[in-house]
């Protein structure tokens, strides 16, 4: 805990420093990237940590996804336990992808971490956490299905010295470079992580030279206390007891097996307790999470449903426990396969929290979004440079239905914030034609607040043979509502033939796709709050106005009846009939 006396105004001040410091990193990132996997889409997070390895701060407004909060910290305190950080010197940074003993979640998530010192002590940590877009192994990506060990997903990085006094390691770099597919892209998205954390530690060094080292430390540790204090009176909140939820993952790509996540959250005054024990087996196929994975969803559930505004760092911890048992889907065993968790797994554990939770704070809680990330990765040799790329993208659902409003559309959810990757960028970087991109019409859980819609899009295959991987989930088991709300579209993925065929791919599933066929993927809505027959028809015209709810689905499921005759300028002002 922080010792001597903390001035508020002064936190305050602090606390602004230290994230304009981590957004200027983030904006370092960004600007020196190659991939568009973190150029436009900003999938990576940058942080700052105590010289002990707790999180104080990560950028919250453009960048920094909820699932990088809780495995980024602990790879940090891993490096730090393997690796003599006091050996090191300014301009050194240590990486590390590997999820054993604790780490990235995948190995696509290359973890960089720098020291900073401050009259030759090591004062803090600058850290970021970014996906590049090849690690190597089984198929481009590095996120196959069909696999059972985590040697068949890439190149494993236990912690390493790979930058030198501002410069990448000529040896550890031939041996990376020699594993991956997109070399240029690897290695320049790797400069771009040192430049973000030297970008952070310059600036906490000009804080420390205006307020002092001693100073600044100091506040970083109260920024710890200040949000465990706020995390303890928002625990306080929840009704003492104990509520329990399970959800399913369907199938992990080598066989149609359910398999169930279950939790039971016992609410104990100011802190809580998490129970993952009863959970399925470990999957066969690559679904499995290691403990960070599932600590970042609680993380991130507790903060969002209890006080939004909390500032996510270590101190929010504390009050926190967590229970897990090896060998299960949600604590894997070494060497077991796991790259797919970050996409479906995680998502699936916030789902059970959530609903829990809506057991003992029902206001605060929404219905089931979309549930996956949906992501592909297509990968293969331009035919424009004959050059390997690999293409990475996750795709936007519905977002669930709440107590007093609307999900959103086509967004990307929960332990996700990446953005979409603009149809130019695409179009530019690989043989790829985007012929489709829209809302799902119809894919929305109705309710009095309706979930959001899906998305779907659709590419044309421009070079030869390519290798795809789909990682997506929610294709039987739709999104649920809540309190009356209905289930939400479930998601399909389709490849059409240059002859005409259609063939439908599983949600798991690594396949070639030939030139000229088209690739086109459907994401699932989020699930609907309350009754839809007590939705105000206003909000189900201007649903059918913009194209989100066809006028059958007006009728038949929100009891609205309106004239498919009148323009869309007519019905913006025409007057509605409840209809059956």
Known sequence: MTTGNIDPITLEVMRNAFYSISEEMNAALVRASYSTNIKDRRDASCAIYTATGDIVVVAQSEMGTPLHLG???SAVKTALDAYPFEEL???????????????????????????IFYDGRMVALTANQAHHVDMGGFAPGSMPFGVTEIFQEGLQIPPIRLFRDGELDRDLWNLISQNVRPRVEVRGDLFAQLAANSV????ILQLMDRFGASTVEQYLDEMLDYSERRMRAALALIPQGAYSAEDVIEGDGISDKDYVIRVTVEAKGDSIRCDFTQTDPSALGPLNCRWPSVAACVYYVLKAVLDPELPPNAGLYRPIEIDVRDGTVLSAVYPTA???????????????????????????????SSGTMNLLNIGGIDPRSGVYYNYVETYAGGQG????QDGMDAVQNHMTNTRNAPVESIEQAYPLLVETYGLAQDSEGAGEHRGGVGLKRAFRVLGD???VTLSSDRARLAPWGLFGGHDAGRSQCVVRGTDGGQRLLPSKVTTEVGRGQVLETTTPGGGGWGDPRKRNPDAVLRDVVEGIVSLDRARSVYGVAIDADMSVDEAGTASLRNGS
């Open 71 to 73: 495995t980024m910290h």
């Open 89 to 115: 010197g300014p301009g050194d940074a240590v990486a590390m992808n590997t999820p054993y003993p604790g780490g990235p979640g995948h190995l696509n998530d290359l973890c960089l971490i720098s020291p």
């Open 200 to 203: 952070g530690g310059r600036n």
């Open 338 to 368: 796991v790259c797919n968790a970050n996409i479906i797994t995680t998502q699936r554990i916030v789902d059970c929290l959530i609903a829990a939770l809506a057991q003992a704070v029902p206001e605060r809680v929404l219905a089931a």
């Open 401 to 404: 239905g709440m107590k007093r």
């Open 465 to 467: 043979q390519i290798r």
